[in-house]
């Protein structure tokens, strides 16, 4: 299925990314050599997660598999299942002992216990925690219409990043996987990207002084197809780092190179630099859902089973 092949390739570039989060581009061509990235890393080599086994997955996939089987027990996407969810996945994985969850987050799920107003506490969350989540938005019910899909998207992000930037990114994300599984046009999958955007942007409390997820995906559609000069863009100019918009950039220019090629979607984006395993992850799902399959060696997504398969089995990967 389409389904489960997204989340084959979510995880994959989760994985295939982490070892290299947040190096240098200098620094991973060091340490990969002139082949670059020909398969899983050891992530003894990584600056920050030396400690995991090769192939574990990070916040990215575990966050999208809590969301998604709260989102599917409940047959509903909702601000409640979500704060609900996320604080299950703090508590079961460590997240916040392995700083895979940002202050802000914490925060904010730390006051809506207190009693505050999800909506008010997710408007310190600029980052892409908030986009990284929009698979699960979309697969739990990606027959949706379009109100039900902003709605989802809305209430994923809603509790931790509810502003102008995590939501325009999101939407863009989101409207562009959905259109990408319909079996919509490269040129259809980005003018969906744009209109999303907007749309969930129009939700945000406030416009902040930022950069746009939107204007930065138009112009991912338009940028030299050269490999190097993309790594280059990408990195130096426009940023790989935490913000929403250099995520959902740096997404959309891989997909616009990469297109059905999953396995090289996951190869660019993990020797980009900056924040890898999130751009890898996104990228290769929006990969797979144009392609409805992926070109991912079985060798590979074994590992990934293997290593990862408590999580996988608690959090209803197999009925995908």
């Known amino acids: 299925m389409t389904e489960r092949a997204i989340l084959e390739a979510f995880a994959e570039g989760d994985a295939v990314g982490m070892p290299t989060e947040f190096m240098t581009q200098e620094e991973i061509a060091s340490m990969l050599g002139c082949e670059g990235v020909t398969g899983l890393i050891p992530a003894e080599k990584s600056f920050h997660h030396s400690n995991l086994p090769m192939g574990s997955v990070t916040d990215d996939t575990e966050q999208v598999l809590y969301l998604l089987h709260a989102f599917c027990k409940d047959s509903c996407a909702s601000v409640e299942n979500t704060v609900s969810a996320l604080e299950a996945w703090i508590t079961e994985t460590g997240a ?137 863009t990408l990195f130096y100019l426009w940023g790989t780092g935490l913000p929403s918009a250099d995520v959902c950039g740096a997404v959309f220019a891989v997909f616009a190179y990469a297109r059905k090629n999953v396995w090289e979607a996951i190869r660019l984006s993990t020797e980009l630099g900056g924040d890898t395993d999130t751009i890898g992850a996104l990228a290769a799902a929006l990969c797979a859902a144009f392609a409805g399959g992926h070109n991912i060696p079985e060798s590979m997504i074994s590992v990934i089973r293997k290593q990862n398969a408590a999580l996988f089995a608690a959090k209803m990967w197999d009925t995908f």
């Open 96 to 232: 916040a002992e392995k700083h895979y969850i940002g202050p802000s987050s914490l925060r904010a799920l730390s006051r809506i216990r207190e009693g505050e107003d999800p909506a008010v506490a997710g408007q310190g969350g600029t980052t892409c925690g908030g986009i990284m989540r929009v698979p699960a938005a979309v697969l739990w019910n990606s027959d949706a219409g379009e109100d039900a899909l902003t709605e989802s998207i809305l209430c994923s992000l809603m509790p931790t990043h509810n502003t102008s930037e995590a939501l325009e990114s999101a939407g863009a994300y989101g409207f562009a996987l959905r259109c990408a599984m319909r079996g919509g046009s490269f040129e259809e999958i980005f003018a969906e990207a744009e209109r999303g955007g907007r749309k969930l942007m129009a939700r945000a409390p406030w416009i902040a002084c930022a950069a746009s997820s939107v204007e930065r995906l138009k112009a991912a559609r338009n940028l030299l197809r050269d490999r190097e000069t993309i790594k280059r």
